[in-house]
């Protein structure tokens, strides 16, 4: 091992790479035409690296994302309690807008189609306990069926495995033994928590992701060479790495990683002795544009969030996705523009910033575009109006994003970042009515450096499941001791334990560097936390669903090259270590150790 | 973005949701924890909607009133720091018993800049029968316990009376109590945003800003609703009919005159001896949500809009309901009145549209003792099919219009009460057919796990049911089968109570959407 790192983000357009070792840092970019074993071999060649020399191989793709944004099909089917097919489609009722007259459900009923839900007889009571044995004449059905569809995945969800998973892990074997190769996502090991529609929506989407991007790692495998010994590790949604093999468990963790990644990047760029205490940062791609929260120098992390549109029961950072970017059409939308356009002539974002001169525009192919896109109107005036409507879309969303957090985005800290993002910074700052504005080092490859600064996790997870009254300290201890043989080495120890006041209601993470004491420590952490997080004692004595040990290790990056006092050309373009920053007149441009600092310098 | 105003309504809407958010995380009753039955706002002082929680319009519509007469009887200028008002009057602005109003004045700089305010569904605030939602109530004596507006704490705290009056009302006073202290703390976090916000610009600033925020309001519901043709545009709705009981109907003339919206439900039903009636909230709650749809997405949503609404209500009425009316089961008559208004809406405005949809939820409670001398309660919602069109089918199965409860899950349910949910399915086929299907209902059929469960249906849309639009066909009516262990049958009706023994069985169908033009 010599110490050499690689983190690449695989992104609509373009693959990014970051590269280093302990005397020096790399960046390149590879355009993405989405095929990762050639892609990857493009990037190794343009960085000179065999593979054979890399400790380490971090990634994170773009490509389920932008999938799930498209609601795009996938050969999956999902095993379900007799009575409960309906499930995925009634979701849980509610509607998505509120003062929309045409009612329209979250549900992501498009995961599975609806003659791909099969119902097998067996039933378990509230305490896990069986009641009805699975019914094998039904499984055998549903196997035949399966194999006559060719489906490339299947979720199980039974009620009440997360209390007894005997049902979904028999249905899984048989699965496995007639159907091999097959991807099997029981909801159970994905999302061991109570209330079957938001397990039955992480295993379909688990199921989903394998029918979608199961062959992501194999193809990334087929690109490096045979000599490469070192660590294929992922981003995930929390903006941590975790090994390959996560992948097999917890499918999302292709899903959310990448802007999780790019948040980890802002975190780095707003940490210092003047930072605000609340940053928002921003990440605009070439499909979607990323908010997220840093407080504290650490991305903001939540249980469960409506993201891409999908209800999602995981801890990962608290992001909102956003379809704006370079690459998306522009469509007249009555008296609005919108970045939804799907007509093949439509002009994007990234052609009206190639017509102001932020972008190169070598065939005047992006001029054309817009000159047809608003004919009698100048080309300029049409180009700066998509622009304009671009940096208020994305004022509004973060605006949206933090007043729905409590945070005031007058107040907040502004990081923006991306292959597009930086284009139009001091715009979107300028509508937000801020001064001043972040922009990471090397903003165009924020999600590869977001994933070479990520600390590496070592995890596990035991379940308790138990009334805090019936847990004893003996069992705690058992439940400890066996979490500190699992997760050694490095790393400052963090506890956390998913609790709820009684175990029905809606849980809650504790998250401490000290072990937990006792059962009554737990109950007094419990206790603290209900006041803190909403002003009332807890609401019932108390239930321990989980415990989990973690600990971090950073790789440390070598400083990045100084480019000198940034300047920008005559268009008002400063280069950056990847990509470009527009600086408008009357805004000023200074660099220190991790990001550029644009402030307003005149009205 | 220089828009001080939107970002200032933004923030209160964060805010209102912070409480909605507390109560739903905190809060012991499942009806509320798992179905969302909850609203939360925040006031001026004068007593106009500064912001909406996104809750149940149906809910929302209430504290309107409900904050006026707490402010009726507690003038602001009288109120102290860490005051607490409650009030769950019908009468005075409430909806039904168990919906318990609790306000809190929020001081900066010593002066009262708003008002929070959140209704939540309690599951027991006495009456003739668990869950204080009695089928057979001909008063509201036998609804439970009133409260007018008075004043229940001081200093941030309940008075020890209050608690102990609650206390001894109530099946279940400890989840009462509980969840009556989890709307105090939702109360205390939106009072923190606030005088943050407050505290940037000066307890002074703020109030003018928020007049400035109602009075921009108001000016874009002028705009919006003089685009409007004058009318008078008609809607008409009616409950299924009762034997021995007069019509229940909801009749409604809607007029636009110089940018404000009249709503006249004269000629409306005269109230009835049974707990169908509704009370002025109901028609406020429709109108209010009808005047919103009515604005784009980027409206601000406040008592501006109110301020462009004339309601004209004929007393003692089912739309607005005199003591010593019944009120309980009140909700099926809101979505009439929501029906009808959004008939008359339609014709208005009608490009935007859909046909109607099931016009129902039902209002499912459990209730008893279990083997170890336990009460059990549960209470659950569930709706039926949306309209079809104008572009594309109906959805199945979702709350509408002023609803927007949650469903209860098996797993929530069963370990709750003892039943078992043996299935929860689309109803399929039972949306109205058309151009564009209206939604289905849904279908539950629930097993007794044990002898003696209360069970408590109040449903909607049995014989009379929504009509298709613009050719479109009407969907099925409602239905609920109890298949008894012995093997008897019983169709009930829209209001029931009845007791379940270890394996009888219940079926729940909920009617469809109605469907939007002429079927294929």
Known sequence: MNGTHLAVDFGARFADFVTWDARELRICKVPNRGDVTQVTRAGLAELGLTGAEL???????????????????????????RGFADTLRLGRQNRVALYDPVAASPAPAFLVPEARIHEIGGRLDATGAEMEALSQVDLDRAIDALRREGVQAVAICFLFSHLNPAHEVQAAEALR????????????????????????????????????????????????????????????????????????????????????????????????????????????????????????????????????????????????????????GVRQNGAELTFDGSAPDAPCLDDALAVLGRLPDPESAARERIAGFAPGQGVKETARQIVRTAAQTAALALIRYATRRNVDPSRAGLCIMGGTGPLLAAEIAAEMDATAVMIPRA?????????????????????????????????????????????????????TLTLAARAPMHPLQLITRTRPASVAAIREDLARAYDTQFGVAPPGPGHLFSIRLSRDTVTALPAMPGTGAPTPDAARLVTTEAGAIYLPEGWDITQDGAAYRLTRSAP | ????????????????????????????????????????????????????????????????????????????????????????????????????????????????????????????????????????????????????????????????????????????????????????????????????????????????????????????????????????????????????????????SLRFEAGRMIADFHGSSPQVAAPVNCVRSGPLSATFYGLLTLLDDGALRNGGVLRCLDLRLPEASVVNAAPPAAVNARMNMVRCITSALLQALAHADGARMPAAN?????????????????????????????GGGPRADGCSAISTDVGNAMNISAEALESLVPMRLLSAEIRRGSGGPGQFRGGDGA???????????????????????????????????????????????????????????????VVIESSGGAGYGPPA
């Open chain 1, 55 to 81: 400790d380490s191989l971090r990634v994170v793709t773009t490509a389920p994302l932008n999938a799930l944004l498209d609601r795009a099909p996938a050969d999956v089917a999902l095993l379900t309690t």
């Open chain 2, 443 to 505: 279908k539950r059929v629930y097993e007794a796990l044990t002898d003696g469960i209360a069970a408590s249906i109040r449903g909607e849309r049995f014989s009379r049911v929504a009509q298709g639009a613009h050719g479109g066909v009407a969907p099925k009516g409602s239905a609920v089968t109890v298949l008894r262990v012995d093997g008897g049958r019983e169709e009930l009706t829209a209001r029931s109570a009845i007791t379940l023994n270890r394996g009888d069985r």
């Open chain 2, 1 to 252: 973005m220089s828009d001080t105003l939107k970002i200032l309504q933004l923030r209160l809407d964060g805010l209102a949701e912070t409480m909605q958010q507390t109560l739903l995380r905190c809060a012991v009753s499942p009806v509320v924890r798992e179905g969302a039955d909850a609203s939360c706002a925040l006031f001026s002082p004068r007593g106009e909607v500064l912001a909406l929680a996104e809750a149940i319009p149906l809910l929302l519509g209430a504290l309107p009133g409900s904050v006026r007469a707490i402010l009726d009887a507690y003038p602001a200028e009288t109120m102290q720091p860490g005051d607490i008002f409650v009030t769950n009057d019908p009468f005075s602005g409430g909806t039904h018993l168990p919906d318990i109003a609790v306000v809190q004045p929020v001081f900066a700089e010593a002066r009262l800049v708003a008002l929070s305010a959140s209704l939540l569904h309690h599951q027991d605030i006495g009456s003739t029968r668990a869950g204080s939602v009695p089928p057979d109530a001909t008063e509201i004596f036998h609804e439970g316990l009133r409260l007018p507006p008075l004043q229940a704490g001081r200093a941030g705290r309940f008075d020890p009376a209050f608690e102990r009056l609650i206390r001894a009302a109530s099946r279940v006073p400890d989840v009462v109590v509980g969840d009556l202290e989890t709307q105090l703390a939702a109360g205390f976090r939106a009072a923190e945003g606030v005088r943050r916000l407050a505290g940037e610009a000066g307890a002074e600033s703020f109030l003018a800003a928020c007049d400035a925020m109602l009075d921009r309001a108001e000016a874009a519901t002028v705009a919006r609703l003089s685009e409007l043709p004058a009318g008078p545009f008609a809607g008409e709705d009616e409950l299924d009919p009762v034997a021995g009981l007069g019509p229940c109907a909801a009749r409604v």
């Open chain 1, 177 to 328: 033994a007639a159907l091999p190769g097959v991807a099997i996502s029981m909801s159970h090991v994905i999302d061991p928590a109570p209330r079957e529609y938001d397990r039955t929506v992480s295993a379909a989407l688990d199921a989903w992701i394998a029918a979608r991007a199961g062959d992501t790692l194999a193809q990334l495998r087929a690109a490096l060479p045979e000599g490469f010994a070192g660590q294929i590790l992922l981003g995930d949604g929390r903006g941590v790495l975790v090994p390959e093999g996560a992948f097999d468990r917890q499918r999302a963790v292709l899903l959310t990683g990448a802007p999780a990644a790019a948040a980890r990047a802002g975190a780095r760029a707003s940490v210092g002795a003047e930072a605000p205490e609340d940053t928002l940062v921003l990440d605009i791609g070439s499909q979607s544009a990323d908010i997220a929260l840093i407080q504290g120098g650490e991305p903001v992390s939540v249980d469960f969030s409506r993201f891409a549109g999908v209800d999602l029961r995981a801890t990962m950072v608290d992001m909102a996705s956003v379809p704006l970017g370079g690459a998306r």
């Open chain 1, 443 to 495: 903003p165009a490859v924020a999600g590869a450096m977001g994933l070479a600064q990520a600390p590496r996790r070592w995890e596990a997870i035991r379940r308790a499941d138990s009334a805090l009254a019936d847990l004893g300290d003996a069992t705690l201890t058992g439940l400890l001791e066996a979490l500190e043989a699992e997760v050694t080495g490095e790393g400052t120890p963090v506890w």
């Open chain 2, 358 to 386: 099931s016009g129902m939820s039902y209002v499912i409670a459990f209730s008893g003792t279990d083997d170890a001398g336990q009460r059990f309660l549960s209470t659950e919602i569930v709706a039926g099919g949306a």
